[in-house]
């Protein structure tokens, strides 16, 4: 019959066409996956390329590069305080976070010191940008995982941190307020109060994705000894931050190495660690940052000091000849600065040491082997922001 | 160190057990710093002649610099010896003063800070240098909570250095960025490819002697405001707007 011949070449037509396309997928050693640039487990572009054996990954090596900006080079040609409108994009959920080490090496070096109300201020605002990001991390894990509701809980309740920065700062993503000897305005009226009411709802978020995610057993399915680093692995690439403390490192910049310009020892937290180091551990440090970062928050609030928020700083901003290097505790690692300055008005060269470029450096290596669901899970776990990779 | 009087109600209730250098810092006025000095010393004696200078801010930071010969050395003996395990960052300074001066063309920005017509001269920073091209790399003791920043001079005519990659899997990308950034080669990583840029791109984009090329085309208007507020007077404005 002639439609069944038909059929017949159309269905031989189509095994011939999908043989040449596997074909340009296939390698020797098994089959060469693309995710991204453009791909929904992506955050921003960053590309990763896995070689595939079966399901297994044999090699996976991300490729960062699609949103370099080549903040190092223009830091050279803008003065200092140019600058922190540049940097609020490196890490763009967390951006005041971003600012603080860059304007602690510049007083640094400059000498001064901010008064001790601004430096409270500077605190709490260093601590909202840290809830503002790692709540999204809580929600995006979600997402990842196939969970959705998480994802709207956590945007629902980010939204009143957010709303607390702009209600200070003007600002909801890059605020831009931190200023070379303080701050660039005071608090509102009634903010302080709001804050509190925003760190309630917070804790609330934390305790609704501990009972929906943490408790699920599909979740632990999926992350409970996924892409195990051990401590010797995690030092040896520099990972940082809720990472490391997650492979049982007691550290955390903001209690061990506090740069002078940021008032932590005016509150009292725990530090957690855990000694897994998986993809689990990593989600539970994590939760419990946003729990103690709240209780930074509420007692700061409580201990603003009265005064000046604005050192007597020159007009023009020329910065003495030296070295500065500045490291602080960000939402997603240790974020450095280190600026050298040749007594000008613009830096002469200004190393940004952000946390996710070490953080993701680590891919090759901890998805060695695993299953492709779970390199999903390992990024989603390691947390980056691709503007803090390719600043 | 600290300026202000502290005002307000202040708890004291830290976390961390131990008081931070700092403060005893702050009572006695120092000039020395006792931790930084006695690391200095164990980082002379083992790594011997390879360390050629260090300096000391008190209470800050400690500089060593050493011989570009014995960079991978240093790398190994500082974490295997002397407990520096985590790495944060490694990169190089090109020393050598812009020729495009600031990039600055806004004549309010250049009658700041007059710069001369003649080329300055190299002016190394903290621990000294001789050379154009410093490799910079930063080491830290995640127990001790001390960090030693590393500096190596790299000769104009050979910009290559050893690799850390031996000690610190993590320095692989770094010394990636370092290598299309400047220029700088190391030896024994094998991995040396393009990390940012795309494959086909010609020169090191961090190196002094590059053009900011959107400096270059449309000057920088510093401080000036090019762009007329709206109802602001057309004639005033009219030839700077018809310039740009």
């Known amino acids: 019959m002639t439609v069944t011949d038909s059929q017949k070449m159309a269905y031989v037509a189509a095994q011939a066409a999908d043989a040449r396309v596997n074909l340009q997928f296939e390698t020797e050693d098994g089959m060469t996956l693309n995710m991204g640039p453009q791909h929904p487990a992506t955050h921003g572009t960053l590309r990763i390329v896995a070689q595939l054996d079966g399901e297994q990954v044999v090699r996976c090596e991300p490729i960062p590069g699609y949103m370099h900006r080549g903040y190092e080079k223009l830091c050279e040609v803008r003065t200092y305080p140019q600058v922190t409108t540049l940097i609020n994009r490196i890490d763009w959920l967390g951006s005041f976070a971003n600012e603080v080490p860059f304007i602690l090496a510049a007083e640094k070096l400059m000498d001064v010191e901010a008064p001790p109300r601004a430096q409270v201020i500077r605190t709490i605002l260093f601590e909202l940008s840290r809830l503002g990001n790692i709540s999204l991390f809580l929600g995006d894990l979600g997402i990842q995982l196939g969970g959705i509701t998480i994802g709207f809980y956590a945007f629902r309740d980010r939204e009143f941190v957010l709303n607390q920065i702009e209600a200070a700062t003007g600002g909801r993503f890059h605020p831009n307020f931190d200023r070379i000897g303080g701050l660039k305005d005071d608090l509102p009226k009634g903010w302080i109060a709001e804050t509190h009411l925003a760190m309630e709802r917070m804790r609330r978020l934390c305790d609704e994705f501990e009972e929906l995610v943490l408790g699920n057993e599909i979740f632990q399915a999926r992350t409970r000894g996924i892409g195990v680093i051990p401590t010797d692995i995690a030092t040896s690439y520099g990972m940082s931050g809720a990472n490391l403390r997650a492979t049982g490192v007691d550290w955390d910049l903001r209690r061990d190495a506090c740069p002078p310009g940021l008032s932590y020892d005016l509150a009292d937290w725990k530090v957690w660690t855990h000694p897994d180091g998986d993809s689990y551990a990593r989600t539970w440090i994590r939760l419990q940052e946003v729990r103690e970062s709240t209780h930074i928050v509420d007692q700061l609030l409580d201990s603003i000091p009265a005064g000046p928020i604005m050192a007597k700083v020159p007009r023009i901003i020329k910065v003495p000849e030296g070295e500065a290097w500045v490291a602080t505790e960000n939402p997603l690692g240790e974020m450095g600065y280190y600026v050298v300055s040749k007594g000008d008005l613009v830096p002469f060269r200004v190393k940004i040491r952000s946390a996710s470029f070490n953080n993701i450096s680590v891919v090759p290596w901890v998805t060695r082997g695993v299953f492709v669901p779970d390199v999903i899970t390992i990024l989603a776990s390691l947390y980056f922001i691709l503007g803090d990779i390719d600043r | ?244």
Not at chain 2, 40 to 47: C, F, H, N
Not at chain 2, 161 to 171: C, D, I, V
Not at chain 2, 203 to 215: E, H, I, Q, T
């Open chain 2, 1 to 244: 160190m600290r300026t202000w009087l502290t005002a307000g109600r202040v708890i004291r209730l830290s976390s961390a057990d131990t008081p931070t250098t700092e403060s005893s810092e702050d009572v006695v006025e120092a000039v020395r710093d006792e931790r930084r000095e006695a690391l200095a010393e164990r980082l002379t004696t083992v790594l011997g002649d390879a360390v050629v200078e260090t300096h000391i801010r008190p209470g800050d930071d400690l500089w060593v610099r050493v011989n570009r010969e014995a960079w991978a050395e240093v790398a190994e003996a500082s974490r295997n010896r002397l407990g520096l395990r985590f790495f944060d960052f490694l990169s190089a300074i090109d020393w050598l003063p812009s020729p495009f001066g600031r990039d600055m063309d806004a004549q309010e920005d250049l009658d700041a800070g007059a710069s001369s017509s003649e080329p300055a001269p190299i002016v190394t920073g903290y621990a000294g240098g001789d050379t154009r091209f410093q490799l910079l790399a930063r080491l830290f003791d995640i127990d001790e909570h001390i960090g030693v920043t590393f500096k190596a001079d790299l000769p104009d005519e050979d910009l290559s250095a050893p690799t850390w990659t031996g000690t610190f899997l993590g320095a692989e990308w770094h010394e990636r960025e370092t290598w299309e950034m400047f220029g700088i080669s190391f030896t024994g990583n094998r991995n040396l490819v393009h990390l940012y840029l795309p494959g086909a791109f010609e020169g090191n984009p961090l190196r002094k002697d590059f053009p900011l090329l959107a400096r270059r085309v449309k000057p920088w208007p510093g401080i000036v405001d090019v762009e007329p507020m709206p109802g602001a007077d057309e004639e005033a404005d009219g030839d700077e707007a018809g310039a740009s």
